[in-house]
């Protein structure tokens, strides 16, 4: 958390990164591409401070104090509820979580499923509240690379992973047999930031909300 009128804005690095400096820029608070940004992690520009952190770092980093507000998925704050405020859904990077098991595979429904299913993710937290709230006994495997190739050599029944388009799990002899949510970008806050630099940290949300096109 910065002392003087600047707000630290953390961002996440990957697919949510062009978005999160076009809406910066939309909104009149920097003026920085992905290309421009290169490999600087930390930039100041005016009165706004970026951080530029892995996406499963941004919560962090806001709740920590080190950064006042922070532009982070969905699907990051489901496996990290921590103590921020999630303000403002930015409407960008639009994916989904899906259950997904192979094509030939007789799974679909709950009906179909076994006692117990052996499920390979990189979200484990959202994975078995969701198996649970239906009732369905689940052994979550977790997995930090690449999740698709786990039901090909029979770790698992299926994943549940991301995806936009489903093109990466056709490409893998896979297919969606349950949504489980929908996933984008969104603003969260540093609860100290909110109550000890109100008008600081409002200035900079009204000015990303208007840009989200969330005032029109």
């Not at 952190?53 to 806001?62: E, N």
């Not at 009906?111 to 990189?122: D, H, N, Q, S, V």
């Not at 495997?141 to 056709?170: F, K, N, Y």
């Amino acid at each position: 958390m910065t002392r003087d009128g600047t707000v630290s804005i953390a961002i996440p690095t990957g697919v949510l990164t062009t978005g999160a400096l076009g809406l910066l820029t939309k909104s009149g608070l920097t003026r920085m591409s992905a290309e421009e940004l290169g490999r600087r992690l930390l930039v100041d520009q005016s009165n706004v401070r970026v951080i530029l952190v892995r996406p499963a770092d941004v919560p962090a980093y806001v709740d920590h104090g080190a950064a006042d507000l922070g532009i982070v998925g969905k699907d990051i704050l489901w496996e990290s509820p921590g103590a921020h405020y999630e303000l403002v859904d930015l409407r960008f990077g639009d994916c989904r979580l899906v259950l997904a098991v192979p094509s030939a595979s007789k799974l679909n429904g709950p009906e179909t499923w076994p006692p117990m299913l052996r499920i390979a993710t990189k979200y484990p937290r959202t994975t078995s509240a969701w198996f649970e709230a239906r009732g369905q006994a689940v052994e979550v495997v977790r997995l930090h690379g690449s999740v698709e190739l786990a039901p090909q050599v029979g770790l698992v029944d299926g994943i549940v992973d991301l995806t936009a388009t489903g093109r990466t799990l056709r490409e893998n002899r896979l297919r969606i047999a349950a949504e489980l949510g929908a996933s984008t970008a969104r603003l969260i806050a540093n609860q100290a930031s909110l109550k000890t630099r109100t008008a600081a940290v409002q200035s900079v949300v009204s000015r990303l909300r208007e840009a989200s096109g969330l005032d029109r």
